[in-house]
């Protein structure tokens, strides 16, 4: 065997390279951007959880973080929270 | 004094460190190269999506061109990452081996929506359902349509998810996973699966696996015509280059081992091709396991005879290259498969023995199968048997 002709390869580094975190939901351009006409969140987060295919209420549940405001379904228009409504008008 | 290939300071750390080091680093040998360029190639072709399949055998170092070939991507497409944040570079899964006989694409597409970062994938609805709002009922006022039934929501969730996030390629690690099934589904539809997921999404989907893979190839004209092969070969001995090269990366991991005394494995370099068959990842598993041992023994080099503890046995090594071999075969383009192709389009066969070129054309006959009850198709004997 000779060993004069050995030669030796180069190593590869296999660190993954550290990139920007990605958005958790997917980038869609709400309707009308910049117009007067632009679409409304409501509206807008319907299509982004069609396009996530969940309803709109479990993405505002689980998605959507919490704020002072009280917790409530925003798409929910049951005789419940109607009630509620009328009560609140009232006084 | 041995020359060091490792950092000098990695033999004062503990045998996890120098375990470690010697586990992560990756020798860009010469047929390792050759299929990265080859796979950045196909990737970034602009025919839009395809199907690449990438196969070699076991233990050659398929996933480490898979994790290669990701950091090339990342990096190549930085720019791009830092002013979209909605994009994902590239994606990878590894397809399970079904528990049953069955292959399962529920399960497949619940890992394909973990690859991608997909949020709540438990409350995947379907389409109808998310359009009616309220899915019909019968009259007993049970749901007709079951909202998380079946696996047809979370494919159309996957399709969205590709088609959103735009992944550069989507690799499938352990692809020979989908040939597994019972006997009533084929092969073609498998396939047709993901097939139809890579056109809907427009995205390139890289299957990888051993050369189970290989029935997959070219199942229709379609199919071929979107289909890119890679072949990730081992070193052969019987190829002088490939011995030399097999001998360097084999030279290259002894001067990686951190241990203080000098590994010589050349003198042992048979034994080692026999063991692994070729496939560098196999030497460097190996080597990982020597080096540990050698540690555990407080040997400063690994010698022949922790080689021979750690090596695989002859059983298992042989029915690797058997595998391998077989494997090979199937892949490697014959004149015969060229002369079969000229006869199918009328050209006239290439080889100067045009004879025995037209004999091995005949594909061999199909076994007809015969009905219950059917004869087969002889004359039979009339009239009286005479007494002799």
């Known amino acids: ?91 | 004094m041995p020359d060091y290939a490792f950092p000098r300071e990695l033999l004062d750390q503990p045998p996890e460190a120098r375990l470690g080091y010697f586990k992560s680093f990756t020798i860009a040998h010469p047929l390792l190269k050759e299929a990265d360029a080859a796979l950045i190639q196909a990737i970034q072709e602009p025919a839009g999506w395809s199907l690449i399949f990438v196969y070699g055998p076991t233990g050659v170092g398929k996933t480490t061109l898979r994790r290669r070939v990701e950091k090339h991507l990342k990096e190549s497409m930085m720019e791009v990452l830092r002013q979209d944040p909605g994009l994902v570079p590239v994606a990878s899964m590894e397809a399970a081996a079904p528990d049953s006989s069955q292959f399962s694409w529920k399960d497949y597409y619940r890992r394909a929506l973990i690859a991608l970062d997909e949020p709540l994938i438990d409350r995947k609805l379907t389409c109808q359902v998310r359009s009616s709002f309220r899915d019909a009922r019968d009259t007993f006022g049970r749901a007709l349509t079951d909202p998380r039934a079946a696996g047809l929501e979370i494919r159309l969730a996957l399709e969205s998810a590709l088609i959103h996030r735009r992944p550069a390629a989507f690799f499938i690690d352990e692809a020979q996973h989908l040939a597994k099934m019972k006997s009533g589904r084929k092969l073609q539809d498998q396939l047709d699966s993901i097939k139809s997921l890579a056109s809907l999404a427009n995205t390139v989907h890289v299957l990888v696996g051993t050369y189970e893979l290989l029935p997959f190839r070219n199942l229709s004209a379609q199919l071929s015509r979107r289909s890119i092969d890679i072949h990730f070969p081992r070193y052969r001995a019987e190829k002088s280059e490939d011995y030399t090269a097999f001998r360097n990366a084999v030279f290259t991991l002894q001067r990686h081992l951190p241990l203080t005394g000098d590994s010589d494995l050349l003198p042992h370099l048979e034994y080692c091709y026999e063991r692994s068959i070729g496939c560098v990842g196999l030497v460097k598993d190996w080597l990982t396991r020597a080096l540990a041992l050698a540690m555990n023994q407080n040997a400063n080099a690994v010698n022949v005879r922790i080689l021979e503890k750690t090596a695989w046995s002859l059983d298992q090594s042989e029915r690797m290259a058997r595998e391998t071999v077989d494997g090979e075969s199937d892949v490697s383009e014959k004149e015969e498969k060229r002369d079969r192709l000229r006869h199918l389009l009328r050209l006239g066969t290439t080889s100067s023995a045009t004879a025995p070129a037209a004999a091995r054309v005949n594909p061999p006959a199909r076994h007809v199968r015969q009905r219950v009850g059917q004869r087969k198709p002889v004359r039979d004997l009339v009239g009286v048997a005479k007494e002799a």
């Open chain 1, 1 to 91: 065997m000779r060993n004069d002709d050995l030669a030796t390869y180069e190593t590869w580094d296999m660190t993954a390279p550290v990139i920007p975190p990605r958005s958790r939901l997917f980038h869609i351009n709400p309707v009308g951007l910049g117009t007067p006409l632009v679409e409304c969140l409501t509206s807008y987060i319907s299509r982004v959880a069609q396009a996530h295919s969940i309803s709109p209420g479990a993405l505002q549940h689980h998605e959507v973080p919490k704020s002072g405001a009280p917790r409530q379904n925003i798409f929910s228009c049951g005789i419940k929270s109607r009630a509620r409504w009328r009560a609140r008008s009232r006084t």
